[in-house]
C-alpha cells in the first residue's frame, strides 16, 4: 500500500515563500518521476513542476524562476521550494509519483489529496 501524504501548505502574503513536501510511505522500489500539480477553483487541474529520477526538472512557464523542486528518491520525498509568490498560484497543490514498487514491473501513478495554498495580503 502506497500512499503520498503533503505537508506545508498554508496563507502567505504576495511576495512570501512556503516550502512543500511530500512523503511517500509503503514497499516502493524506485520513483521514477515525483512532480507536481495544483488546480484553483474553477479550473482544471495543471501541471507545475517534475523531478526525474535522473535529476532532470521541468517547469510550468508560469513559476520558472521561482519554484524549485527537488526530490531524494532514497527517502521517497520530493519538496517543491515556492518563492516569490502571487495570488495567481493560489490553488490546492498535489503531489503525483510515478514508482516502480516491484522491479520490472509495470509503473505505476499515485497522487496525494492535496494540500491549499492561499496568497493572499
Known amino acids: 500500500q502506497v500512499q503520498l501524504v503533503e505537508s506545508g501548505g498554508g496563507l502567505v502574503q504576495p511576495g512570501g515563500s512556503l516550502r512543500l513536501s511530500c512523503a511517500a510511505s509503503g514497499s516502493i522500489f524506485k520513483i521514477n518521476v515525483m512532480a507536481w500539480y495544483r488546480q484553483a477553483p474553477g479550473k482544471e487541474r495543471e501541471f507545475v513542476a517534475a523531478?526525474?529520477?535522473?535529476?532532470?526538472?521541468t517547469y510550468i512557464d508560469s513559476v520558472k524562476g521561482r519554484f524549485t523542486i527537488s526530490g531524494d528518491n532514497a527517502k521517497h520525498t520530493s519538496y517543491l521550494q515556492m518563492n516569490n509568490l502571487t495570488p495567481e498560484d493560489t490553488a490546492v497543490y498535489y503531489c503525483h509519483y510515478v514508482l516502480l514498487i516491484i522491479p520490472s514491473s509495470p509503473l505505476r501513478l499515485y497522487w496525494g489529496q492535496g494540500t491549499q495554498v492561499t496568497v493572499s495580503s
Open positions: 523531478f526525474t529520477s535522473g535529476g532532470t526538472t
